[in-house]
């Protein structure tokens, strides 16, 4: 009687742990997340070809006559702003596509989705490059849309026709293949002078930036991030089911066009800016469901949109610190985010043999 005692003692203190937990989840985990996001891009100021001390970042960031502030403000912190900003496009596309396809693999680089909007990206800068046009930022955004929207469609109609994850998902890497094979053979048609550029492109990357284009990236980023947390509600019911969804009264065929939209215009504007970059939309919606031990898109829309920034914020400093030559920021986050995607069909296949 005294052991069974002290075993409920035991399993009531875990339960009010338990709870207690569950209570201080959502404050604690977003103020991790912004304490990860500020001191990440804090290192990132310090940390260069040029280190710099916390008080000459911040004299350089307050004095405009000051010597560093050309390096700190043009140089690094014109990288950090981007790196935030397309990052969180990146895993709240992810989040999108998961929920659209209800399968927790989908993204835009798994796809093949980024590499639809390489393909008419190439084109475009090919075509333009050889007329001595400059692409301007909308023009970039608007070919890269077209990509991801093509290869969007064609990743759609596999979807109707196989009902496995893992055929879907091999179906998305074939599609990207077959674009990044396309892209590569259209290269070798360009000039030498450009095909430098449109290399250094593809590689996925964060420097070069201007302030002129995170202008545009801004104005394109935070109303998609908006759009998308107010369609919270009809994501949640759209989670438990579509039958549920119109139930509730959600037009399923124009939220569908509107959450393919947007995940689109997240997709695309981080294929514009910084080239295609992988793994980031599927494995940070992976990591917040983790941290936050929940599904309800107003949790997670936020969160993915903050955990995507503060994964990229760490992969370019790595990209770029971790080696004497600058690395592909695709690289890096293959490196973190491969991983988790494979432990992610592991899990779901052990729960599909159950």
């Keep these: 009687m005294k052991r069974n005692g002290r075993f409920d003692r035991i399993r009531a203190g875990v339960g009010r742990i338990g709870r207690y937990l569950d209570a201080v989840r959502l404050p604690l985990g977003f103020s991790l997340l912004s304490v990860a996001l500020v001191a990440f891009a804090f290192w990132n100021l310090v940390v260069g070809s040029t280190a710099l001390s916390v008080s000459e970042v911040f004299d350089a960031l307050f004095d405009p006559m000051n010597a560093n502030r050309a390096v700190v403000v043009d140089v690094r912190l014109v990288r950090i702003v981007p790196a935030i900003l397309l990052g969180g496009a990146l895993a709240l596309s992810g989040f999108l596509l998961q929920t659209f396809f209800a399968n927790p693999i989908a993204g835009p680089f798994i796809l093949g989705i980024s590499s639809g909007a390489k393909l008419v990206m190439t084109v475009a800068m090919i075509v333009f490059f050889s007329q001595g046009i400059a692409l301007h930022s909308v023009s970039l955004i608007l070919a890269s849309f077209l990509g991801a929207m093509i290869s969007m469609g064609f990743v759609l109609a596999i979807s ?195």
């Design 160 to 354: 109707y026709k196989v009902k496995r994850m893992s055929m879907l998902v091999i179906c998305g890497v074939m599609i990207g293949y077959i674009c990044s094979a396309v892209t590569e053979l259209i290269v070798q048609f360009a000039d030498e002078s450009h095909i430098i550029k449109l290399h250094d492109w593809a590689m996925g990357s964060f420097a070069n930036m201007k302030w002129e284009n995170v202008a545009v990236m801004t104005a394109v980023v935070l109303p998609a991030l908006v759009c998308a947390f107010l369609m919270s509600k009809p994501i949640g019911a759209y989670q438990l089911g579509e039958v549920y969804a119109q139930n509730m009264g959600v037009n399923i065929k124009a939220f569908r066009i509107a959450l393919i939209v947007l995940s689109g215009v997240l997709s695309a504007c981080v294929t514009a800016f910084a080239g295609p970059i992988s793994f980031v939309g599927v494995a940070v919606p992976h990591l917040m469901r983790r941290l936050f031990k929940t599904e309800k898109p107003i949790v997670m829309i936020p969160a993915c949109f903050l955990g995507g920034a503060v994964f990229c914020l760490f992969c370019d400093l790595l990209a770029r610190t971790i080696v004497s030559s600058e690395l592909s920021i695709s690289s890096v986050t293959a490196v973190f985010g491969a991983p988790i995607v494979i432990l992610v069909m592991l899990k779901r296949q052990r729960e599909g043999a159950r």
